[in-house]
C-alpha cells in the first residue's frame, strides 16, 4: 500500500493558520499520510522542505487568506494537484465560505470527497527589440502599471488591432477569478467564475472612453509601454520592471488551477458572504 502525501502550505503570520495545522496534522498522520510545507512553521512530524524539493503530493492544503492561496498557486499550478483552501475567519473568494471543522477537513482529504474546479489563468510575454525577455502567469490578474508618481502611457491592442492610448496608472487584465480581486476595486464587473471571458480595464485614465471590457479568452492583448517607466505585476507577487517601448503580450494560458471546497459552494452564496449583501427576507429554498 502506497504512502500517500499531502503538503501543507500556512501563513505563519497567522497564529490560527498554524494551530489549525497543528490540529489537522495527527488526523492524517493516524490515516497513514506523510505531510510536507515549504512553509515556514514548526509542527512535530510536518518535514519541511525547500518548494523545488516537495516530493510528490496528491493535494495542497492552505491555511491562510486569499493571498496564501495565491502563492501556493505557484506549487500546485506545474503540478496539476488540487488546492484546498480553508477559511479561517475572514470570508475571501478563493477558500472556503463556512469554516469547516478540523475533523471534516480531515475525512474530506482521507476520502478525496472534496469538490474541485478549473479556474482560468493567464500567460504574458514580454517583448523588447523583438525578442522575448520574459514571460510568466497569473491566476488573479497581469497588471501593467506606473513605476513613478508620474502616470504610464500605454498603447493597448485586442487581436492585433489598435484599441486605445491611456494616460493612466496602469491597466489590468483579470480572469474571472480575479474580477472580484484588484479589477473589483478598480471599478471592473463581477464574473462568475465558470464565465470564460476576461476583463479588461484602465486605471484613472486620463480619457473620453475609460470604461471596463469584458473580452474573448481568444483574445490576444498587447499593451506597449509609450513611457520611460512601468511595472508588470502578476497577481502581486511577481513583478517585472519594464522599458519604453516594451510590449506585453497577454493571453489566456492552457494549463489552469485546480481550486477545492471541502464542500460545494455557489459562488452567489460566496459573494452574499463577502459583501454582506441585503437579502434579509428572501423566501425561496
Sequence with gaps: MSIRSVAFLVNPSRPEAISAAGELAPLLFSAGFSLYTISDIDIEGIKKVAAVDLPEIELAVVLGGDGTILRAAEVTLTRKIPLLGINLGNVGFLAEVDRPTIKAIAQSIIDKSYVSENRMVLQFEIERGGKVVSDGWALNEVTVERDATTMVELFVEIDRRPLSHWGCDGVICSTPTGSTAY????????????????????ISAHALFARPMVVSPKSEIIITVESSAALLSADALRKTPLQ????????????????S???????????????KLPVEGWRGE
Design 244 to 259: 519604453l517601448g516594451d510590449r506585453v503580450i497577454i493571453t489566456r494560458d492552457e494549463r489552469t488551477i485546480k481550486l
Design 183 to 202: 479589477a473589483f476595486s478598480a471599478g471592473g464587473p463581477v464574473l462568475w467564475p465558470e464565465i470564460e471571458a476576461l476583463v479588461l480595464l484602465p
Design 261 to 275: 471546497h471541502v464542500s460545494s459552494t455557489l459562488f452567489t452564496d460566496r459573494l452574499v458572504a463577502k459583501f
